[in-house]
């Protein structure tokens, strides 16, 4: 690759673009119109891509965000740019930015990571009007794009069957949900899907830009990089905020979704605290050191002593590393001077031979007894059947599994190890605790 282009002047360019050395250098300007456009008309999505490096290349088919090398990049083929129209470059250039706003490139992907790059794309599809995207996309609410016969031609009839159940599903989906909830959803027909959650499939793949090289960084490089692309979104969000129509097209939700994401959080080991403490149960004991208010002398008085009696339920995928049960367990020892933490371990089932009392720090017992897949239906079931001992329960896991549902009569609390997600909406009533530390 080479580092020929020179730095553009325009507000909206980046420090930096560099173009391959079989591009001719108006096949490298081509982009340069579409940015100068989106400055006027999309200020708010102008900011966040000012930063970055544009790259002009013929390696990938279509265009891509990826954070790589200690910097952002944003690739695109100068074929497939020609082949836009005007619109639809604004809504290419919308939705890669959308990508970098909500943490795609640089959280860890969901297994399977094909699954995950198409709720991903329907999530950021739903912000962006049809007219503006590019033939293929992924959108809520409608089916694949049809193949050309040449196309249909590439494909494996169990692969086309496939595809045309995951085609159908999606045009069931409604517009506007999270990539959470949209990656449950096609999870729930994943044996019916075959290889094409995986490498499987023709040309004509649904989608329209490229995701390789997202769940390739270190997690120093993810820090390092996640970081500044919240700092850009943060300026760019300040820029909008200080000038008339700085927003552009984003709506007043959307808005309040980056707002959100941008506003520090919560320590999640407060939100464990909290959990706890709402809990707790008082026990009554008789004291003759205190008065008893109505019968003085007669009767003695009353203390109350706050105490919990939580389980504590650890899924033993291996996804759920030493540095997550280190950092939970050191809380648990904060916690445990009120609270007495009964553990088990869990995978299919829950493991009944491997239950320990953590109490007054406590630690007996924190080794792996199970290896198997996870299904959280085991302690839930587990906790609801035992709800005359505990006041509530934790379970500690990446969050890669099936909604178990509501919990039945028990209070129920997820703690999602660093650079993990729930991988469905949190039920009502439960608490979610997102664990962060040096790898989040």
Partial sequence: ????????????????????????????????KHLVRLMWEEPFFSHVLRGITKTCTRRIPTAGVLAKDGDIKLWWNPDFLGGLSTEQVKGLLKHEAF???????????????????????????SLIPESELPAGGLIPGQAFQQLTPEQAATWEPAQLEARNKLSDLIASFPKGQSGEWYFAEIMKIKDELGDLTGEGGGEGQPGFDDHDGWDQLSEEERELLGGKIKQAVAEAAKKADSRANGWGSVSAETRAAIRAALTSEVPWQTVLAQFVGFSRRANRDSTHKRLNKKYIGVHPGAKRGYTSHIAVYIDQSGSVGDDALEAFYGELMVLSKRTEFTIFNFDTEVDLSSERVWKR???????????????????????????????????LTDGEAADPGPSVGIRRGWIICPNNQLAFPKPSGDVLVQMTGKKA
């Avoid at 980046?14 to 340069?32: G, R, W, Y």
């Avoid at 970098?100 to 490139?105: A, G």
């Avoid at 007996?364 to 329960?393: I, L, M, Q, V």
């Fill in 1 to 32: 690759m080479s580092n020929a282009a020179a730095n553009n002047t325009t507000e909206n360019d980046s420090p930096a673009t560099e173009v391959d050395s079989n591009i001719t250098p108006m096949e490298a300007e081509v982009l340069d």
């Fill in 99 to 125: 990508h970098l706003i909500f943490e795609h490139t640089t959280t860890r992907r969901h297994e399977p990571h094909k699954v995950w790059n198409y709720a991903a794309d329907l999530a950021i599809n």
């Fill in 361 to 395: 720090s406590s630690t007996k017992g924190c080794g792996r007894t199970r290896c198997g897949g996870t299904d959280f239906s085991a302690p839930s079931r587990h906790a609801a059947e035992n709800r005359s001992r505990f006041d509530g329960y934790l379970i």
